[in-house]
Each structure stands twice: as structure tokens, then as C-alpha cells.
């Protein structure tokens, strides 16, 4: 008899900066440039056209007991600055497209989610911080110190 964890699905949650992406098994998910990417990637600086055909970078693929990241990229995918072909997902991994620093990053998580597959979902809002990034998917912000003045 299977237990209650077994027979949720085993969805995959992809943050793809503030776009949180939701999958369940059954079909890979491509990753890359143009249409009819289930995670389309934005390019940096001054995008060139956009491909005709999808250019997929990387497949997510269900294997019946883990999800897998495979590289079909020119230039490579990494985790932690190492270039790798495939890596398994777990839980909080991230990894960059392309380039170890400056490329795509996507962040996974592998909880359970009720969001529907393939689509993106609405960020969880929290109480009194509705509609900002999950605090753990990494992000780029400019801050800037101003001098507080106590009132009179």
C-alpha cells in the first residue's frame, strides 16, 4: 500500500528570477530561447532578435525517482562554478546557463505545490510583504544609504 508522501506527484518548482514555474512528471521541460520554451530565458544587455525556432538549453527530466538537469547548451550549464552535463535536483540547487556567473540562473525546489503544471505561479504573498521574490531565490537589488534625522 502506498504511503501518503508516494502518492503525491514529485512537482518541481522553478524560480527563473522573480518566475516561479510549476511541473509535475510526465513530460520534460525545455528550458531556453524562443517560443514554445516551458521556461523561456531572457538574454542580458541588448537582446539580439529572438530565435524563430526554440533554442532549448536545457531539459528537466522526471525519471520515475529524481528530476535531472541535462546541458544542451553551446556553452554549458554550472553548479557552484563547475561545469556539468547533468546534475540531479535537489532541493535548493541552483545553477547557471551558459556562463558560471553572468548566465541564467534557476533555482529548484522539489515540495509539493497546487499550482497548475507547466504554467507560471503567483509568488506566495506574506503577510504585510505581498508580492515580493521568495527571500531564498538569490537576487540583484542597489540599495543606497540615506541619513536618518530624528524629528524634532
Known amino acids: 500500500m502506498p504511503t501518503e508522501a508516494s502518492a503525491l506527484p514529485a512537482s518541481l518548482t522553478v524560480w527563473a528570477g522573480p518566475t516561479r514555474y510549476v511541473f509535475t512528471p510526465g513530460r520534460d521541460v525545455i528550458v531556453g530561447y524562443g517560443p514554445g520554451c516551458d521556461i523561456p530565458l531572457e538574454r542580458l544587455g541588448n537582446p539580439p532578435q529572438p530565435p524563430s525556432a526554440p533554442r532549448v538549453d536545457v531539459i528537466v ?3 520515475g525517482t529524481v528530476w535531472l538537469a541535462i546541458d544542451l547548451s553551446r556553452r554549458g ?3 557552484n ?6 546534475v540531479e535536483i535537489r532541493d535548493g540547487l541552483a545553477i547557471s546557463i551558459e556562463h558560471p556567473q553572468r548566465g ?49
Open 61 to 63: 527530466r522526471f525519471t
Open 77 to 79: 550549464i554550472f553548479v
Open 81 to 86: 562554478g563547475s561545469r556539468v552535463p547533468t
Open 104 to 152: 541564467p540562473r534557476l533555482v529548484f525546489q522539489t515540495a509539493p505545490s497546487a499550482a497548475p503544471p507547466g504554467h507560471p505561479a503567483p509568488a506566495t504573498p506574506q503577510p504585510g510583504r505581498a508580492n515580493e521574490p521568495d527571500p531564498r531565490v538569490p537576487t540583484q537589488s542597489a540599495t543606497r544609504r540615506m541619513p536618518v534625522v530624528a524629528p524634532p
